[in-house]
Structures are given as structure tokens and as C-alpha cells.
């Protein structure tokens, strides 16, 4: 008997290398369950280069393939063309690559696989920064983060720019499926997976998933945090197919103010500093409102 | 069908449970087995199994299956606490 509609099949193991509380590897478990075994992941330098632990160890039991930084766009078309020569169109090609890797190191190689239309996934976990090489700031960092990159000290140097968003970039780029999830909500999360599973040709889904390593908040708030990202507007679920765009409207909204408080990565913002990442959020907000009406 | 060399050493063997400071239990006598510590367990630590309708709260959810937390792969985070709703697993401290 099962109260979750939540696939029950397992395949990422217990026994990975992951910090107490990590976001990332839900987000990787909840995706496996909706690809299935058949299936086969390609992961740049990032935190899941490093959760599988130690060779010979692996945590996933289908089949991995370590590619450099900037080329997980070019591993996932070469496979999926390599598997398509061998008659095995059946496998889903999945790029799960980092922000960094994807924002800044990986974005043309991305956007090529894209373009050229290959039938595969690119799903990008999103944790805001360069979590696994220690915590720096990344094109995905949003405005007023402290990372070891943008030190505040006494001149003040947090991160000044807004969050890169690049399933936004992807939307712009004509890509077929292109989704935003996060992994509080892992029904709305492993639905989008499905729902990409029934279009042939690029996928891009981005995934936010909260590090208490490199967000400074304790690991028991990462699902919690996680859903007021959702909820304060600051990360948005949607979901872009076949021309058609769907937003999600939270439904208990809470301030950009109770989300900054929720992380000691944000705790040097003063008044003025949360009302201009509060007002990005807004205009945001009313932008893909507008798209959404279109 | 091998697609890729896999190396087959799985991390089963690695017990990530020597990292806990803090150990969840769960009071099975008011868990509604609504399943949402295993959903959010980022470790994989928590396997529902049959055979818990002796201590089930209420007779609707007897049949349903029970998570059993295995401390060998627990990390302590606390999230499966943290997120319960019926607030019916306790963080204790870990003895030596």
C-alpha cells in the first residue's frame, strides 16, 4: 500500500559520500525514478562527481560516465548518437551536471547539444555556486550571496548581481521541453521527468537544490528552505512545452525578507539590500505572468 | 547489457552511519505512515517494510507499510524529523 504516488524503485544506493542533508542527491534520486533503469547519466566536475565515492565504488546502479568540466552537452550527444547506431534508441541520455557547469563552464556546449536537436536530457541541479571546489560564487548565485568568492567583510562584497537563469536562456533558445522543479515538491519534480520522457528531441530541466554546506543553514532545513524558495517567488516552477507555458502560483506565499532570513549566507543584508532582490523578484514574477497569459 | 565499463563496487559497503552525532527514532505509536521521511531521506536510509500493524495509531493505516530507519546509512541530518507531520521522530543523541 503506497499514500505517495512516488515510484518505489531505488536506483541511487545508500553508503554516498554526500554532506549530512545534501539537496543534490534528492534531486538525482527522485529523477532516477522517473527515467528507470534504463538509463544512462553523464556528470561533469561538480558535488555528483564526488558523491559515488572512491573508485571503484559507485552509488548508481546504471551505468555513469565522468566527462570534463565544460563538455557535458558533447558527452550526451555523442552517446546518444552512439547508442542510436547500436539500436538501443530505448535508453535515456541524461546530462546532470552542477550550475557551474551549466551557467558558466558548460553553457556552449549545452547550447550546441540543444541546437543540434539530439534526443536527450540535460538536467541541471542547482545549488547556487561552486559547492563541491569550496563554496564560490557562480553565474547562478543570486543577488546579496556571501560566497568564498564575494567575502562581505567591511567593504561589502557580496554577490551584485542577479541569478543567471538558464532555463530561461533555453526557453529563449527554442528548446522543446524546458521545466524548473525543485525537491520539495518531488511529485511536481518526478511528473516533469515523466512528462520529458514523451518528447523526442533536447530536454532541459533545472533542479534548485539547497546545500546547507555552502548556504550556511543546518541540514535538517534543507527541504524546508527548498520550499520557501518556492513560495517567496524566489526560485519559480514552470513548465515549457511544446510552446505551451505553465507557471506555478504558490500557494502560501511568504517575503524575499523570511527567505533571506532562512540562510546565514544572506544575514549581512540590510533593509535596502533585500528590498532590491525583493523588487527583482516582483518584476519577474509579473514578466513570466505576462508570458504566461500570451 | 553493459553500455559503459561500470565499476561494481557498490557503496552499500561504505557505512556513512560512523558520521551521526544525532540519531532519529520513531515512535511507531503515532506515525500515520504517510511515507514522507522516505521520500525526503537524502541518504536512502529509510526502507518501508510490512509488519508494523501491531503499534499502527488507528486501524486505516494498519495495512500500510511501516519506514524503518537503517542506522547504517543514516547521517543524522534530521530532515525525516524535521519534515514529520505528526512530529513523531525524536533526534537523540548518539552514545558511544
Known amino acids: 500500500m503506497m499514500p505517495t504516488s512516488i515510484p518505489q524503485q531505488e536506483l541511487m544506493e545508500p553508503g554516498h559520500t554526500a554532506c549530512q542533508g545534501c539537496g543534490a542527491t534528492l534531486a538525482m534520486r527522485y529523477a532516477l525514478k522517473a527515467l528507470g533503469k534504463k538509463t544512462v547519466v553523464s556528470v561533469p566536475a561538480s558535488c555528483w562527481a564526488v558523491i559515488p565515492g572512491a573508485m571503484p565504488n559507485r552509488t548508481l546502479d546504471i551505468p555513469m560516465v565522468y566527462t570534463p568540466f565544460a563538455a557535458t552537452g558533447a558527452s550526451i550527444s555523442g552517446l546518444r548518437e552512439a547508442l542510436d547506431i547500436r539500436g538501443d534508441s530505448d535508453y535515456n541520455v541524461v546530462g546532470f551536471a552542477g550550475d557551474g557547469g551549466t551557467a558558466d563552464i558548460g553553457l556552449q556546449s549545452l547550447s550546441g547539444a540543444m541546437e543540434r536537436g539530439h534526443n536527450v536530457f540535460y538536467i541541471m541541479y542547482d545549488n547556487e555556486g561552486y559547492m563541491n571546489t569550496g563554496v564560490q560564487r557562480s553565474g547562478s548565485t543570486p543577488y546579496g550571496a556571501e560566497t568564498t568568492t564575494t567575502p562581505v567583510g567591511l567593504e561589502r562584497n557580496f554577490k551584485k548581481q542577479q541569478k543567471k537563469i538558464v532555463a530561461d536562456i533555453m526557453m529563449a533558445q527554442g528548446v522543446p521541453y524546458v521545466a524548473t522543479a525543485t525537491i520539495a515538491y518531488p511529485e511536481d519534480l518526478i511528473r516533469k521527468v515523466q512528462n520529458a520522457r514523451k518528447i523526442t528531441g533536447p530536454k532541459f530541466i533545472q533542479i534548485l537544490a539547497p546545500c546547507p554546506t555552502g548556504w550556511y543553514y543546518p541540514p535538517e532545513k534543507t527541504i524546508e528552505v527548498s520550499r520557501m524558495a518556492v513560495q517567496s517567488r524566489m526560485f519559480l516552477l514552470y513548465e515549457y512545452s511544446e510552446g505551451k507555458f505553465r507557471l506555478t502560483k504558490p500557494s502560501r506565499p511568504v517575503t524575499v525578507k523570511e527567505y533571506v532570513q532562512s540562510q546565514k549566507r544572506f544575514s549581512h543584508m540590510d533593509e535596502n539590500e533585500i528590498r532590491i532582490l525583493q523588487e527583482e523578484v516582483d518584476r519577474r514574477w509579473g514578466e513570466l505572468l505576462e508570458k504566461e497569459s500570451h | ?96
Open chain 2, 1 to 96: 547489457m553493459v553500455l559503459v565499463p561500470l565499476a561494481d563496487a557498490s557503496s552499500r559497503a561504505n557505512h556513512t552511519g560512523l558520521w551521526r552525532t544525532l540519531k532519529p527514532v520513531i515512535d511507531y505509536s503515532s506515525c500515520i505512515r504517510c511515507e514522507i521521511c522516505w521520500k525526503f531521506c537524502p541518504d536512502n536510509a529509510i526502507n518501508l517494510e510490512d509488519g508494523g500493524s501491531a503499534s499502527s495509531p488507528n486501524q486505516k493505516v494498519a495495512s500500510f507499510s511501516i519506514p524503518v530507519i537503517d542506522y547504517n546509512y543514516c547521517k543524522g541530518c534530521g530532515i525525516c524529523a524535521n519534515e514529520c507531520p505528526e512530529k513523531c521522530i525524536e533526534m537523540e543523541f548518539e552514545e558511544e
